[in-house]
């Protein structure tokens, strides 16, 4: 099993709709938990992370971390077309004895259609 | 604010050049990392450094190298640039190594031709 698995779409939703994306991983990862998204031809922006289990709310977005399941989930409310990227989930992991890589799913492609 | 700032945004650059992609955080950053990222292979660690004055190799070092004079600067040198270094580089940052939310820069694009 990869240490942060993802689905990579295309996930597509109408607008307005509630998207869920959904990310599992492995024990050989920490208990850190970051989503971000990423725009075709842009870097990765920081959308929301989570360390504890249960739900974390931000506006339109929920992370959702179940540590029993080792899943971690982000669910977007009234989905817009804006939101249309690629979704990434990320868990700090170990190379080389150390704690120093973020490790990053290959991402599930969104597309809000109007 | 600007964050991390990455120099060049775009290069095309012939085989065998040496080329230096720089990087520099305003935001006191302890720590600071390089990667690639491919289609099909997603972000890929490439160095990292702890702290001013230390680095660390990641999972695909080779043909790289780094240094971190100050807390502020961190260059990514391809010493002979090949083909297969064609991707997109990003510079990272994070307060500390392992911890928290990681911040990137906009983005390298490079093409080796």
């Known amino acids: 099993q990869k240490e942060v698995e993802q689905n990579s779409g295309p996930l597509s939703v109408p607008e307005g709709a509630i998207a869920s994306l959904n990310c599992t991983y492995s024990d050989r990862v920490s208990q850190s938990f970051f989503w971000y998204r990423q725009y075709s031809g842009k870097s990765p922006e920081l959308i929301m992370s989570?360390?504890?289990?249960g739900d974390k709310e931000d506006g339109r977005f929920t992370a959702q971390l179940n540590k029993a399941s080792q899943y971690v989930s982000l669910l977007i409310r009234d989905s817009q077309p804006s939101d249309s990227a690629t979704y990434l989930c990320a868990a700090w992991g170990e190379y080389g004895g150390a704690t120093n890589k973020l490790i990053f799913g290959t991402g599930t492609l969104l597309a809000v259609q109007p | 604010i600007a964050g991390i700032t990455q120099a060049p945004t775009s290069q095309i650059l012939a085989a065998g050049r040496r080329m230096t992609l720089r990087c520099t955080q305003d935001?006191?950053?302890?720590?600071m990392y390089w990667y690639r990222q491919d289609l099909g292979l997603g972000l890929r660690l490439i160095h990292y450094?702890?702290?001013?004055?230390?680095?660390g190799k990641g999972e695909v070092p080779d043909g790289y190298s780094v240094s971190r004079a100050n807390t502020d600067d961190f260059p990514l040198t391809l010493a002979s640039a090949v083909p297969s270094q064609t991707s997109v580089y990003f510079c990272?940052?994070?307060?500390?190594?392992?911890?928290?939310?990681?911040?990137f820069g906009e983005g390298s694009r490079l093409t080796v031709l």
């Open positions: 989570i360390y504890s289990n």
């Open positions: 990272a940052s994070s307060d500390g190594l392992g911890a928290g939310e990681l911040f």
């Open positions: 450094s702890n702290t001013a004055g230390t680095t």
């Open positions: 935001m006191r950053h302890n720590a």
